[in-house]
């Protein structure tokens, strides 16, 4: 089983709609979760990170974690075609590797 | 801003060649990384450096070697260069302790 799993997509919503992001990991120590964007032909951008548990908003980003479920959520509201990108989840232990974990990311299109 | 800042967007090479890729950073991050991207692969760690002259093998370092001789700069070797090596290769930058990671814009290496 891999360390971080998430859908590879690629995942076609309108514009305006609701979208769902998600990965499910394995190793319950991860406390750190990050969600970066990657836009075509660039390098990944941290989009927002959360620690434990809980929710995190920012703008019409909002990312969950669920530690109970091993399972982290990015909701993006109003989505707008220039959210057209690879969105990557990525994961930390606390005081422990230096190293993110990351899932191979979903591609997702938001067409006008 | 963090600026993390590598050599070339674009590089063509022949099979065999040693080739250099450059990575530097402007804020004293202790730990970079090494990373190539492949569709369907996700982002795999190559090399990681957490100090000056320090490193480590990630999950794919055969046909690699890095240099970090200062701080804020961290080379990528390939030794000789082979046709699957032409990959996304991506350099990171992380404060030893947070979990934000700072990617470069990439660099697209064909090896022909």
């Known amino acids: 089983q891999k360390e971080v799993e998430q859908d590879p997509g690629p995942l076609s919503v309108p514009e305006g709609a609701i979208v769902s992001l998600n990965c499910t990991y394995s190793?319950?120590?991860?406390?750190?979760f990050m969600w970066y964007r990657q836009y075509s032909r660039k390098g990944p951008e941290l989009l927002m990170y959360t620690y434990s548990s809980g929710n995190k908003e920012d703008g019409r980003f909002t990312a969950q974690v669920d530690k109970s479920s091993k399972y982290i959520s990015l909701f993006i509201r109003d989505s707008q075609p220039s959210d057209s990108a690879t969105y990557l989840c990525?994961?930390?232990?606390?005081?422990?590797?230096?190293?993110?974990?990351f899932g191979k990311g979903t591609k997702l299109t938001v067409n006008p | 801003d963090v600026k993390v800042t590598q050599s070339s967007r674009y590089l063509v090479k022949r099979t065999g060649e040693k080739v250099f890729l450059e990575c530097v950073q402007d804020m004293d991050h202790e730990n970079m990384f090494w990373y190539r991207q492949d569709p369907g692969l996700g982002l795999r760690l190559i090399y990681f450096?957490?100090?000056?002259?320090?490193?480590e093998k990630g999950d794919i370092p055969e046909g690699y070697s890095v240099s970090r001789e200062k701080k804020e700069r961290f080379s990528l070797i390939l030794e000789s260069a082979s046709t699957n090596q032409t990959s996304m290769y991506l350099c990171?930058?992380?404060?030893?302790?947070?979990?934000?990671?700072?990617f470069g814009q990439g660099t697209r290496l064909t090896v022909v």
């Open positions: 990171a930058s992380k404060s030893r302790g947070r979990p934000e990671a700072f």
């Open positions: 450096s957490y100090d000056v002259k320090m490193k």
């Open positions: 190793n319950s120590a991860f406390q750190y």
């Open positions: 990525a994961m930390l232990l606390q005081g422990g590797s230096e190293k993110l974990v």
